[in-house]
């Protein structure tokens, strides 16, 4: 038990589906992170959120979207994805943003896109 | 942008073997983070080395920080099956963690 919950852990969807990717921190957390691992490459961080604010974008592209209504909340929409997107797909809190404080993660959701 | 370099890619050793992974960056560092994820599992954080020339340890595992502050390692004594994963160094850069592409360590037991 992470502390942090991940929905659904996994998910099939085609390039025209439009989905949504749900996760939960009960740490009291400021900070919420999303990243994607590809097999083979490094985290890359897509997303941060501090105080329900976003500070963080890193060139993801617009097919990606996030939303985070509170600081235990963080979700991430999805629409018309590339096969090139299947990966697994982290959330993480920490304390806040900026700071060197570890980060928890979820379970993370598997995604195929057929 | 900013990387970090993390070496072996994969290690395989025989249980009750060492292990050791580096992590070198160009750059100084102002501290550096490790992580573990086991096969199917997430990553989890271990430690967080700050001071220049830094050793911590945890059981069988021992944390090196560099006296540069550029390089980082993980070593660990006399291997154990449950040892298997990937471990991941994460330097703390422009506000956010930066990974490595990982050493992913199987043991064959």
């Known amino acids: 038990e992470t502390g942090v919950t991940q929905t659904p852990r996994h998910l099939v969807m085609g390039m025209t589906n439009k989905k949504s990717l749900k996760c939960e921190q009960h740490?009291?957390?400021?900070?919420m992170y999303w990243y994607k691992q590809s097999a083979k490459k490094p985290l890359e961080l897509m997303f941060v959120y501090n105080f329900k604010e976003q500070t963080e974008n890193n060139s993801v592209p617009s097919r990606f979207s996030p939303e985070c209504p509170n600081s235990s909340h963080l979700f991430l929409h999805l629409h018309t994805l590339q096969p090139e997107d299947s990966a697994l797909y982290l959330c993480a809190s920490s304390q806040e943003w900026g700071r060197d404080q570890p980060q928890h993660f979820g379970d993370g959701t598997r995604l195929s896109i057929l | 942008g900013q990387q970090v370099m993390q070496i072996p890619q994969y290690q395989h050793v025989q249980e009750g073997e060492d292990f050791t992974t580096y992590c070198n960056s160009s750059?100084?560092?102002?501290?550096i983070q490790w992580y573990k994820q086991r096969p199917g599992g997430h990553p989890v954080f271990l430690i967080q080395l700050v001071k220049s020339g830094e050793v911590k340890k945890q059981k069988r595992l021992t944390f090196q920080f560099g006296e540069a502050k550029k390089n980082s390692s993980l070593h660990i004594t006399a291997t154990q099956t449950t040892d298997v994963g990937t471990y991941f160094c994460?330097?703390?850069?422009?506000?956010?963690?930066?990974f490595g592409q990982g050493t992913e360590l199987s043991v064959k037991p």
């Open positions: 740490l009291g957390h400021n900070a």
């Open positions: 994460a330097p703390f850069i422009g506000g956010k963690l930066i």
């Open positions: 750059t100084t560092l102002s501290n």
